[in-house]
T-cell receptor
């Protein structure tokens, strides 16, 4: 299958521990910030998003934190499971010329150690 | 509800050839975006189609072109293929149209293009 993890920074986490994946962004005009998960051989899958006027949002086992002062976004995964192993991308969504433009970062590979 | 489907899944072309990739959007979605993902990189935005018109484009040359059909399915065409065009081409659909929502994208599994 597609090895999208090649050359990407890697985070190795023990099963059951919490994972924190970080992302720096550059565009202060973004409306939403989004986290996607991409498993080998598959397209990216939406995990969670956060509006630019928020600083925290929680989902099922995941939390996204947004720090606009330092332009930093993080994804926290609680009780990491083997099925969480994948490449994680942060993305910015910005309205541009009447359409939604989603720009992806370079990604972080999460390896869960059983 | 049918998800986003892409074809072909894999193909091999030689430099200078032309390729057409196809995408069927998720039911109820009227917007299709195309992305290029090189190995080890994040997806790069190529362009977006809304109601059969291109309404946004990334930093890709004119030899990358597309179409959207009345049923919202879409094609990506690449002319005069170059070695650097080797990548995974992802199609994503969304219901949002020009404005509004978070821009959540629903991706297909991609078409892997190899240019020799």
């Amino acid at each position: 299958g597609e090895n999208v993890g090649l050359h990407l920074p890697t985070l190795s986490v023990q099963e059951g521990d919490n994972s924190i994946i970080n992302c720096a962004y550059s565009n202060s005009a973004s409306d939403y910030f989004i986290w996607y998960k991409q498993e080998s051989g598959k397209g990216p899958q939406f995990i969670i998003d956060i509006r630019s006027n928020m600083d925290k949002r929680q989902g099922q086992r995941v939390t996204v934190l947004l720090n606009k002062t330092v332009k930093h976004l993080s994804l926290q995964i609680a009780a990491t499971q083997p099925g969480d192993s994948a490449v994680y991308f942060c993305a910015e969504n910005r309205s541009s010329g009447g359409y939604q433009k989603v720009t992806f970062g370079t990604g972080t590979k999460l390896q869960v150690i059983p | 509800e049918t998800g986003v489907t892409q074809s072909p899944t894999h193909l091999i072309k030689t430099r200078g050839q032309q390729v057409t990739l196809r995408c069927s959007s998720q039911s109820g979605h009227n917007t299709v975006s195309w992305y290029q993902q090189a190995l080890g990189q994040g997806p790069q935005f190529i362009f977006q189609y809304y109601r059969e018109e291109e309404n946004g484009r990334g930093n890709f040359p004119p030899r990358f072109s597309g179409l959207q059909f009345p049923n919202y399915s879409s094609e990506l065409n690449v002319n005069a293929l170059e070695l650097d065009d080797s990548a995974l081409y992802l199609c994503a659909s969304s219901p949002g149209g020009r404005t509004g929502d978070t821009g959540e994208l629903f991706f297909g599994e991609g078409s892997r293009l190899t240019v020799l």
